[in-house]
């Protein structure tokens, strides 16, 4: 595997935080269900906040069981839901800063690729999600895929500097 491959997963620390919201979420929310009468609008409501953090328990164990491949060629999601995006068919590259408290100082990133009418998402909890995110601009610039002033200032916020597409 050369300098530009690369073997990337998501942490082991993010997958379980995420199982347990997953669990936690499903246990205050269908645990009531089964304790009250049944009332039309508690079942809708309760049932659908359950369902919600199910389907969030059923993305992270996809996660959990994907790698993502970076190589000179491209990016590759492997797994139950595996994608591929090739750098000479990048046409979308957007990276998008998700807050989680007013003040901005917590939240996650989130770097979408496209091909055509495919995309991939890949959080930053990502382990070397930095080193994705500057492969995949170098791939954008050179195909002069169009980045917004929120993707180059979220760039920024990790340091990373893309060359500016030649004319």
């Given at each position: 595997?050369?300098?530009?491959?690369?073997?990337?997963?998501?942490?082991?620390?993010?997958?379980?935080?995420?199982?347990?919201?997953?669990?936690?979420?499903?246990?205050?929310?269908?645990?009531?269900?089964?304790?009250?009468?049944?009332?039309?609008?508690?079942?809708?409501?309760?049932?659908?906040?359950?369902?919600?953090?199910?389907?969030?328990?059923?993305?992270?164990?996809?996660?959990?069981?994907?790698?993502?491949?970076?190589?000179?060629?491209?990016?590759?999601?492997?797994?139950?839901?595996?994608?591929?995006?090739?750098?000479?068919?990048?046409?979308?590259?957007?990276?998008?800063?998700?807050?989680?408290?007013?003040?901005?100082?917590?939240?996650?990133?989130?770097?979408?690729?496209?091909?055509?009418?495919?995309?991939?998402?890949?959080?930053?909890?990502?382990?070397?999600?930095?080193?994705?995110?500057?492969?995949?601009?170098?791939?954008a610039i050179a195909r002069r895929v169009e980045l917004s002033v929120a993707t180059r200032a979220n760039l920024a916020a990790l340091n990373i500097v893309l060359p500016e597409a030649e004319a």
């Amino acid at each position: 595997m050369s300098e530009a491959e690369a073997i990337l997963r998501y942490s082991r620390a993010s997958i379980l935080a995420d199982y347990a919201r997953a669990g936690i979420g499903v246990l205050l929310t269908g645990a009531p269900l089964l304790a009250v009468e049944a009332n039309i609008t508690v079942i809708v409501i309760l049932g659908g906040l359950a369902t919600l953090f199910a389907l969030f328990g059923i993305k992270t164990y996809f996660r959990q069981r994907s790698i993502v491949r970076l190589d000179n060629r491209g990016v590759a999601l492997i797994g139950p839901l595996g994608l591929r995006i090739d750098w000479a068919q990048l046409s979308l590259y957007k990276l998008a800063y998700y807050a989680t408290r007013r003040d901005r100082q917590s939240g996650w990133m989130q770097l979408t690729l496209g091909q055509g009418k495919r995309r991939l998402k890949i959080d930053s909890t990502l382990d070397q999600f930095a080193r994705l995110v500057e492969q995949a601009g170098l791939a954008a610039i050179a195909r002069r895929v169009e980045l917004s002033v929120a993707t180059r200032a979220n760039l920024a916020a990790l340091n990373i500097v893309l060359p500016e597409a030649e004319a």
